[in-house]
Every structure is written in structure tokens, then in C-alpha cells.
């Protein structure tokens, strides 16, 4: 294992970094979706009978409304490319 205070001092001895991994932005933030889209059905079921606070459901709303923010800038992304 390389010393620290030389990878400090002379960062040229790193090994090179690794180049990106390539992925479907799309999928994932269509999975992330789904999951809370149905992540809110189940919630919404579970406070109606009075299991969870309605804190939850506003909880899966948010992820639902940054998921479409996702989705929005993956779209915006892939015009661009």
C-alpha cells in the first residue's frame, strides 16, 4: 500500500482512475418510480386503517416528486447528447 504522504505530495505515482460505468439513467429512475408508486399504495392502505401517520404518504409524495424531477432531467439529457 502506497505511503500517504507520498500520494500526497506526488499524486502522479496514483494508479489512473477507472472511467465511469456506463448505465441506464432511464431504468433507474423508472425502477425508483415504480418502487414509490407502490411504496404510496401500500402507505395510503396502511393510514386509511389507521397503521401509519399520513406522514408517510407525504413521504413517498416527495420521492415520487424527485423522481419526477429525475425523470424530467434524464429526459432533458438524453436530447442534449
Not at 429525475?70 to 447528447?81: D, I, S
Request: proline residues 7%; glycine residues 8%.
Amino acid at each position: 500500500m502506497p505511503n500517504l504522504l507520498r500520494l500526497l505530495f506526488r499524486p502522479e505515482t496514483r494508479r489512473p482512475t477507472p472511467p465511469p460505468a456506463e448505465v441506464n439513467l432511464r431504468r433507474v429512475v423508472l425502477i425508483g418510480l415504480a418502487l414509490w408508486t407502490l411504496a404510496s399504495v401500500v402507505m395510503i392502505a396502511l393510514a386509511i386503517i389507521d397503521r401509519v401517520d399520513w406522514i408517510a404518504v407525504a413521504v413517498c409524495g416527495a420521492g415520487l416528486a424527485l423522481g419526477g424531477i429525475g425523470w424530467l432531467w434524464v429526459k432533458r439529457r438524453a436530447t442534449q447528447v
